[in-house]
């Protein structure tokens, strides 16, 4: 099944095939959800694909599960329950060597990690509790970073917990506070990166009266980052609409090719449609540490509103962004892709498509450029939830 045609100079760089199942247990009172802070609900490792989320299946309590499958695999056919007895949230993966899996998430107000081993789950260890939420994770050095916001004194603050790995075991290492400085408001959804043996940890933060995206790097050290910057900029005229400014939410980073790292998010500064999907580069060595940001979506998506921002990018420099979109009367996926440093047109992932609606997507690159992506997918609009997955050979070099 080919990605739809879209009026596009630009070559269709993925084909997808068949959207498959990731979950059989569904029905109408099981929700699912893929609501990790940057996005991460899918990884890749050499021969592994996992996925996890949260779902209401226990009861009607919130868990997170994890689905796998080889890549030779046609269905999913491992799943396992990764948290503990509370009331769980907003579940991170990345993979790392060896098709080992990190899992972190937000349970009971805390923050957990683990490990998944070709053998099993390792340990579940704490990272933090109490006011603790939207954990994310990457893999640096041999090192598990998790950047997650926890209250300090009056406000949520972004910290940064470095871990080490031993067989299954996940050994706490160092944390810190990624802003100097005491915060001044509320900094939520934190999600990182590691670029050229740099850590960079973006975040949503409401120091001015309404929500930015504001970003910082380290400076070699485990607990030492550059004053943070804002990466959302205001419009050129500030329209009365927006009172103190406009609003941003959920910033996701993909580092790709040599030196580079984007950032995405949604955008409200056209305030009379809604959010739009915007993004900013990362400047290496500039003053300033991330560019002139970028609209992402093209001129049909502007009467629409786009939501739910996921990044992907890869060593050779693919880039591309996924998320989802009404402009045909109901939410479906969307994608554009970077070629040349401009955004392409916007074509629909046909195997997320059609009535009711697709949304939440996550997305990720393995080793061979191709293309992994998981989403919600309902039947009718508001009706029961299925979580699927689908796979898209890279076609264009």
């Known amino acids: 099944m080919l990605l739809s045609i879209a009026t596009s100079i630009h070559a269709q760089p993925w084909e997808f095939t068949s959207a498959i ?10 929700f699912h959800h893929v609501e990790s802070s940057g996005r991460r609900n899918i990884a890749v490792s050499k021969s592994v694909i996992a996925v996890t989320w949260e779902d209401n299946r226990d009861n009607d309590t919130p868990r997170i599960f ?8 046609k269905n999913f056919t491992r799943e396992i329950t990764i ?8 579940p991170s993966i990345i993979a790392l060597d060896n098709d080992k899996f990190a899992v972190t998430w937000e349970e009971d107000a805390g923050i957990y990690a683990r490990l998944v081993t070709p053998s099993g789950p390792g340990p579940i260890l704490t990272i933090a509790r109490d006011d603790a939420f939207q954990a994310s994770l990457v893999w640096q050095n041999q090192q598990l970073l998790i950047a997650y916001s926890k209250k300090d004194s009056k406000y949520q603050r972004i910290w940064l917990q ?3 790995v031993d067989g299954k075991n996940l050994i706490r290492l160092s944390d810190c506070p990624v802003d100097p400085e005491q915060a001044k408001d509320q900094q939520l959804y934190p999600t990182l990166i590691s670029q050229q043996g740099l850590v960079i940890v973006a975040w949503e933060d409401r120091r001015p009266g309404r929500t930015i995206i504001m970003a910082a790097k380290n400076l070699q050290k485990p607990c030492s980052f550059t004053l943070p910057q804002q990466i959302s900029s205001a419009p ?17 980073l993909a580092q790709f090719g040599i030196n580079k790292v984007m950032a995405t998010w949604a955008d409200k500064r ?9 993004a900013a580069a990362f400047q290496p060595g500039a003053k300033t540490l991330f560019g002139v940001n970028m609209k992402v979506q093209d001129s049909f998506g502007e009467v629409a509103q786009q939501w739910h921002a996921s990044i992907a990018g890869h060593d050779s420099g693919y880039l591309v962004t996924a998320w989802d979109d009404n402009r045909d009367g109901n939410a479906n996926i969307m994608l554009s892709w970077l070629e040349n440093n401009t955004w ?19 997305i990720t690159l393995d080793s061979n450029g191709d293309l992994h992506m998981v989403w919600i997918d309902r039947l ?3 009706g029961p939830t299925q979580l699927k997955y689908a796979f898209a050979k890279r076609v264009v070099n």
Do not use: M, N
Not at 66 to 73: G, I, P, V
């Open 83 to 90: 948290s503990g007895k509370g009331e769980a949230f907003e």
């Open 344 to 362: 392409s047109e916007d074509i629909e992932a046909e195997v997320a498509t059609g009535e009711g609606e697709q949304t939440h997507p996550s």
């Open 162 to 164: 470095r871990l080490g």
């Open 380 to 382: 009718s609009i508001g």
């Open 21 to 30: 199942d990731v979950t059989k247990v569904a029905g109408k009172d099981v």
């Open 270 to 278: 056209d305030f009379r449609e809604g959010y739009d999907i915007y």
């Open 66 to 73: 994890l689905a796998s499958k080889a890549h030779t695999e």
């Open 236 to 252: 050129a005229a500030r329209s009365s609409p927006y009172g103190k400014g406009h609003g941003v939410a959920r910033v996701a």
